[in-house]
């Protein structure tokens, strides 16, 4: 796999730019997977929390599987999307330009990593019902966030590849 390195802009709190020469995925062609691992993982710190707060939750409330499953994934997306929006709002933007630079940078790799990781959960048995006291519970989440991981990396590569995802946010980044 070749490197890419792009010339990126950076936009500071004054508002000035300054241009940069290191691969951060920002440009169109082929894209490292180093850059695209470090984007999976940024946006899987997002979703792991609110993955993990939600299967916690509804697990022990004893909620049905459907219900569970329904609030990890809202809470993977509202983590997710807190997550990035915290540093493009540091670069001095606006909440609605960084809302939709966390929609723009987020959505697919976040979905991605929620049917991948609540699939596993639900089709590992026992464990959606093992209780948070379980080391089935535990294993089969962690084992279900990293092939979440694996599977959404090359996602991440290509749409950065292309402009897309992680690469919108790198212009905030300084």
Request: proline fraction near 2%; hydrophobic fraction near 50%.
């Amino acid at each position: 796999m070749s490197e890419h390195h792009s010339t990126s802009t950076h936009v500071h709190h004054d508002g000035t730019h300054h241009g940069d020469h290191g691969d951060h995925g920002g440009g169109h062609g082929p894209t490292s997977w180093a850059v695209a691992a470090q984007a999976t993982l940024h946006c899987l710190t997002g979703c792991a929390v609110g993955e993990v707060l939600g299967m916690v939750i509804g697990t022990s409330l004893g909620w049905h599987t459907a219900g569970t499953v329904a609030l990890s994934i809202s809470l993977a997306f509202v983590f997710g999307y807190a997550l990035t929006m915290r540093g493009v709002l540091r670069a001095g933007v606006g909440f609605r330009t960084a809302l939709k630079v966390a929609l723009a940078a987020d959505t697919l790799s976040i979905a991605v990593m929620e049917v991948i990781d609540n699939t596993a959960m639900v089709a590992i048995p026992g464990a959606m019902h093992a209780g948070v006291g379980s080391w089935v519970f535990w294993a089969s989440l962690a084992g279900a966030l990293a092939l979440a991981f694996v599977i959404t990396t090359p996602v991440n590569r290509w749409m950065i590849g292309r402009g897309k995802g992680h690469a919108v946010v790198h212009a905030y980044h300084h």
